[in-house]
């Protein structure tokens, strides 16, 4: 998620998610978010979201958010990070969705 927008792509320092107040980091997560949401149909749009809900969960019994950050890049160790750039990717995933909306 980190390198999906190149850190010298103009969309990066500029666009949609700077516009949004994103920090410099979310802004890939958010722009794969987007446009994987404009790819998937609404049952892969539910798993998605049901993935992502366990990000929020307490109750999460397969402690998803640690075993993710223990196997994450360097710089998304801290599971603190790694959730930052989930809610980004979620942010932009779920604004597709309601751009698609009727």
Same mark, same amino acid.
């Given at each position: 998620?980190? #390198?999906? $927008?190149? +850190?010298? %792509?103009?969309?990066?320092?500029? *666009?949609?998610?700077? /516009?949004?107040?994103?920090?410099? #980091?979310? $802004?890939? +997560?958010? %722009?794969?978010?987007?446009?994987? *949401?404009?790819?998937? /149909?609404?049952?892969?749009?539910?798993?998605?979201?049901?993935?992502?809900?366990?990000?929020?969960?307490?109750?999460?019994?397969?402690?998803?958010?640690?075993?993710?950050?223990?196997?994450?890049?360097?710089?998304?160790?801290?599971?603190?990070?790694?959730?930052?750039?989930?809610?980004?990717?979620?942010?932009?995933?779920?604004?597709?969705?309601?751009?698609?909306?009727?």
């Amino acid at each position: 998620m980190s #390198e999906y $927008v190149e +850190p010298t %792509v103009d969309e990066r320092g500029s *666009g949609e998610g700077i /516009d949004l107040g994103m920090e410099f #980091e979310d $802004v890939s +997560p958010f %722009v794969l978010g987007k446009e994987i *949401g404009a790819l998937v /149909d609404h049952a892969e749009r539910r798993l998605v979201q049901t993935f992502l809900a366990t990000f929020e969960d307490p109750e999460d019994r397969l402690s998803t958010l640690h075993r993710m950050a223990v196997r994450a890049p360097a710089t998304w160790k801290d599971p603190a990070q790694l959730r930052l750039r989930l809610k980004a990717f979620r942010r932009g995933f779920e604004s597709h969705g309601k751009e698609s909306s009727p």
